[in-house]
Structure formats: C-alpha cells, structure tokens
C-alpha cells in the first residue's frame, strides 16, 4: 500500500475517535439536562437524519472536488457543531449538525478507496478502515466512559479552573466534548495530507432537481442489481441493528449487571473489538467473489444476540459481545466491498457510497424508533433484545433464501 492510504487511515481513526466519543458525551449532556429516557435514540436519530435528507447530494459532493478537501470541510463542520453544545445549544440539535459534517465526511472516506486502489486490493483496504474504525469505536467507547467518570472529570476539571479565566467548562460532559474537539482538529490536519486523485465521475449538472433525479436513478440502478442488492440489503440491516445494539448495550448493562454509565460506555468497546476481529478474518479467508458465503453468519448473528438475556457475570457478558461483534464483521466486510465495487462501476464512487448511505441511515433511524417507542412504553430491555435479535435473523433468513444460490459471484 501506498503511503497516502495510511495518511487516509489515520484521518478517518481520529474522525471516527472523535465522532464515537462525542455520542457517550452527548448522552451525559442529556443526562445533565434530567432528559427522558427515549431522547437518548432520538439523539442519534437527529445524528442521522442528515445522512437521509442529504443523500442525493453528499455523493455528487464527494464526486465534484478532491475527497481529501472534502473531508476537511467536513471535519470543521462537526467541529462547529461541538462547540455550538458547549455555547449551550440544546444537544439535539446540535449533534444533528455534526450529523451533517458526518454525512458530507462518509462518501469522501469510502469513495477515496476505490479510486486510489484496484479493485482485488478493496477488500484488504476495506478491512483495514473498517478495523481501524472499529479500534476508533473501542477507544471512543473506553475513552469517552473515562472521562466522564467522576473520579477523573473531577480531577480535570479542577486543573481545567484557571484563576481569573472563566472557561465555562463546569461539568464532565462539557469536558469531553472540548477535548473531542481538539481530536477533531487534528483529524482535519490529516485531511490536508490526503493525496489527490484524479476527479471519478463528475457530475454534469449541480441543480437540486438534476441531482434529486441522478440520486433517484442511482438508486434503483442498485437495487436493482444483483449483486448490489444482496450487498445493499446486508450492510442496511447490519448498521441499522448495530446502531441499536450499542444502546441496548448501555440499557442492558444498567439492568443486568448493574453498571454505571460510564462502565456500560466501556462495555460496547467489546462489541467493537469483536467486530475487529471479524474483519480481519474477513481479509484472510473471504474472496470478493465469494462475499454471498458469508449470509448464515448474519443468521446466527441474530439468534446469538438472544443469549444476553440470562446474562448476569460480566466476564460471559464481555466474550459474548466479543462473539457478537465478530460475527458481525465477518460478514459485513466483504458485503461491503463488494457493494462499493458494484457501485463505482455502476454509477461512481461517491454517488454509490450516498445511496449506501442513504438505505443504511433510513434503517438506523426506523429501528431507533422503534427502540424509542418501546423506551417510552418503559418495555423490558429483554423483550427489546428479543425484538431485534429476532427481527435480524429473520430479514436475514429471507436474504439468503432468495440470493444464497449465487454461491459464486462469478465475474464482478
């Protein structure tokens, strides 16, 4: 691999640190403003509805200007929306603005890939961005819990009160959130690094109709393929579950191990090394030819997830989420790259990337819903776990009735 594919790896590790840490910041910030219990999904909610809204022109975006200049933008856009929360805007609305830096910021990240490198190096390529922004979710995940754990905010925060200086900066959450963005700033000088490639697919006309029409067609164009549409309805229902599972996490770690907020924070990290793993398995001994193979261990996914509830000790609590989390990336990683590589043939890099984005994010905001929903009719997190366990090995199963066939994707 070339150098500057190790220059986008670390802009995007300390984009995704940041971005992960802020989530567990934002939620404490919640919890200091006495927020009810559902705001919590409809956070992240209001942390994707960019992603939904956006998509017909994120891609074209992405596509129009070098993708490093991109991401830079993109970067100082989450920036701005930190320091909005800490100037006291409410934190749904400003996470919502990070939202949108996140959005203009994935196509670029993904899209920069499949122009850099040839194809029969994507998957390799994607297995390490996917791991290096998992090991991103970790740390965010560990980081953000140590810092808003009492013992260490207090501490900082007493070396953060400089005499005759008001910061206000007065709790842990507001803490946090400043340090994010100094790792948000030092992402965008990554960014700046970031070798230019030749512009792929450019777009012909930039008005919102011509765009909203192009973004239409691409659309279809994916779903109706084959291999784009198995690929398409895999990473939608991972990331649309997955999403939800890091809240059910932090729910049932209150609940079944009786765990603070700051250790449950810690706890999704497992989650995430597991989905390491998977992925490095994934580059070993998955093919992009052979990506179809891979559907059963979404199934089993699933059903594997329904082990939490007889849960109670957390060493079995960590290797199951461990389990879980690998499971996950072995199978999303090749689907993954084989959905990039149908979409840059079909309709460029960018542009397929805002589709993935668009079906992805439209899940995570129906499931996060749903989740809210049963929150606020103060269901049991086990029957919520049942609900969603069920619901992935089920959309799962009927995936793989209808493409499990295509064994071999032959010539891609």
């Given at each position: 691999?070339?150098?500057?594919?190790?220059?986008i790896?670390?802009?995007?590790?300390?984009?995704a640190?940041?971005?992960n840490?802020?989530?567990?910041?934002?939620?404490?910030?919640?919890?200091?403003?006495?927020?009810?219990?559902?705001?919590?999904?409809v956070?992240?909610?209001?942390?994707?509805?960019?992603?939904?809204?956006?998509?017909?022109?994120v891609?074209?975006?992405?596509?129009?200007?070098p993708k490093?200049?991109?991401?830079?933008?993109?970067?100082?856009?989450?920036?701005f929306?930190?320091?909005?929360?800490l100037?006291?805007?409410?934190?749904?609305?400003?996470?919502?603005?990070?939202?949108?830096?996140?959005?203009?910021?994935?196509?670029?990240?993904?899209g920069?890939?499949?122009?850099?490198?040839?194809?029969?190096k994507?998957?390799?390529?994607?297995?390490?961005?996917?791991g290096?922004?998992?090991?991103?979710?970790?740390?965010?995940?560990?980081?953000?819990?140590?810092?808003?754990?009492?013992?260490?905010s207090?501490?900082?925060?007493?070396?953060?009160?400089?005499?005759?200086?008001?910061t206000?900066?007065?709790?842990?959450?507001?803490?946090?959130i400043?340090?994010?963005?100094?790792?948000?700033?030092?992402?965008?000088?990554?960014?700046?690094?970031?070798?230019?490639?030749?512009?792929?697919?450019?777009?012909?006309?930039?008005s919102?109709?011509?765009?909203?029409?192009?973004?239409?067609?691409?659309?279809?164009?994916?779903?109706?393929?084959?291999l784009g549409?198995?690929?398409?309805?895999?990473t939608?229902?991972?990331?649309?579950?997955?999403?939800?599972?890091?809240?059910?996490?932090?729910?049932?770690?209150?609940?079944?191990?009786?765990?603070?907020f700051?250790?449950?924070?810690?706890?999704?990290?497992?989650?995430?090394?597991?989905?390491?793993?998977?992925?490095?398995?994934?580059?070993k001994?998955?093919k992009?030819?052979h990506?179809v193979k891979?559907?059963?261990?979404g199934i089993?996914?699933?059903?594997?997830?329904?082990?939490?509830?007889?849960?109670?000790?957390?060493?079995?609590?960590?290797?199951?989420?461990?389990v879980?989390g690998?499971?996950?990336?072995y199978?999303?990683?090749p689907?993954?790259?084989?959905?990039?590589?149908r979409?840059?043939?079909?309709m460029?890099?960018?542009?397929?990337?805002?589709?993935?984005?668009?079906?992805?994010?439209?899940?995570?905001?129906?499931?996060?819903?749903?989740?809210a929903?049963?929150?606020k009719?103060?269901?049991?997190?086990?029957?919520?776990?049942?609900?969603f366990?069920?619901?992935?090995?089920?959309i799962?199963?009927?995936?793989?009735k209808?493409?499990?066939?295509?064994?071999?994707?032959?010539?891609?």
């Amino acid at each position: 691999m070339k150098i500057g594919f190790y220059i986008i790896l670390a802009a995007q590790f300390l984009s995704a640190l940041a971005d992960n840490a802020l989530l567990f910041a934002a939620i404490a910030m919640l919890k200091d403003l006495h927020a009810p219990a559902w705001h919590t999904p409809v956070l992240q909610e209001a942390f994707i509805f960019s992603y939904i809204v956006l998509a017909p022109f994120v891609g074209a975006f992405a596509d129009s200007l070098p993708k490093g200049r991109v991401m830079f933008v993109s970067n100082n856009i989450k920036i701005f929306g930190c320091v909005l929360m800490l100037l006291g805007v409410h934190p749904l609305l400003a996470y919502g603005l990070v939202g949108l830096g996140a959005a203009a910021y994935s196509p670029a990240k993904y899209g920069i890939l499949t122009e850099y490198l040839p194809p029969e190096k994507l998957v390799i390529a994607n297995s390490w961005m996917e791991g290096l922004t998992v090991m991103a979710i970790i740390l965010g995940a560990v980081v953000g819990g140590i810092m808003l754990s009492p013992a260490l905010s207090n501490a900082l925060l007493t070396c953060w009160n400089v005499p005759y200086l008001e910061t206000g900066i007065d709790t842990a959450a507001e803490l946090a959130i400043s340090i994010i963005v100094g790792i948000y700033v030092l992402a965008a000088l990554f960014n700046l690094y970031i070798p230019r490639v030749a512009i792929d697919h450019k777009p012909l006309n930039r008005s919102p109709v011509f765009l909203i029409k192009a973004f239409w067609h691409d659309f279809k164009l994916l779903w109706r393929d084959p291999l784009g549409q198995v690929s398409l309805g895999v990473t939608t229902l991972f990331w649309g579950t997955g999403a939800t599972l890091r809240l059910l996490v932090l729910a049932w770690a209150g609940v079944a191990l009786h765990y603070d907020f700051s250790a449950a924070a810690k706890l999704t990290a497992w989650v995430a090394l597991g989905i390491a793993i998977g992925s490095i398995l994934a580059a070993k001994f998955v093919k992009l030819e052979h990506s179809v193979k891979v559907l059963p261990i979404g199934i089993a996914m699933g059903l594997v997830a329904l082990m939490m509830i007889p849960i109670t000790h957390p060493t079995l609590a960590i290797i199951l989420l461990i389990v879980i989390g690998a499971m996950g990336g072995y199978f999303v990683v090749p689907m993954n790259a084989l959905l990039q590589h149908r979409g840059h043939l079909l309709m460029g890099a960018g542009s397929s990337i805002a589709v993935q984005n668009f079906n992805e994010n439209l899940s995570i905001f129906a499931m996060l819903a749903l989740y809210a929903t049963m929150e606020k009719m103060n269901l049991s997190i086990y029957l919520v776990i049942t609900v969603f366990g069920l619901l992935l090995s089920g959309i799962m199963t009927v995936l793989y009735k209808r493409h499990g066939h295509d064994q071999d994707t032959g010539k891609i």
